[in-house]
């Protein structure tokens, strides 16, 4: 973080919640606060290792974590 109010600390996070509201919270229409909570946690589960990420070369974000784990332990 350079400084307060620089909009490249929050980009990444902002994109999710744009992601998140736009291709589910808005199709939606949830009876309780439960279920929103149960089908929020489907949305990241495939999010996070189903949907792929231009940004990240047509891999999901599971992908990419393991892999750099993966070479952080060959390097140490």
């Known amino acids: 973080m350079d400084?307060?109010?620089?909009w490249m600390?929050?980009?990444?996070i902002e994109r999710l919640w744009k992601s998140v509201k736009y291709e589910e919270v808005y199709l939606k229409a949830y009876n309780s606060?439960?279920?929103a909570r149960r089908e929020l946690?489907?949305?990241?589960e495939f999010y996070n290792r189903k949907r792929w990420h231009q940004s990240l070369d047509n891999r999901t974000?599971?992908?990419v974590y393991w892999a750099s784990r993966q070479r952080g332990q060959v390097a140490a």
């Open 61 to 63: 974000p599971d992908v």
């Open 33 to 35: 606060i439960a279920e």
């Open 3 to 6: 400084g307060k109010g620089r």
């Open 41 to 44: 946690e489907v949305y990241f």
């Open 9 to 12: 600390d929050n980009v990444f």
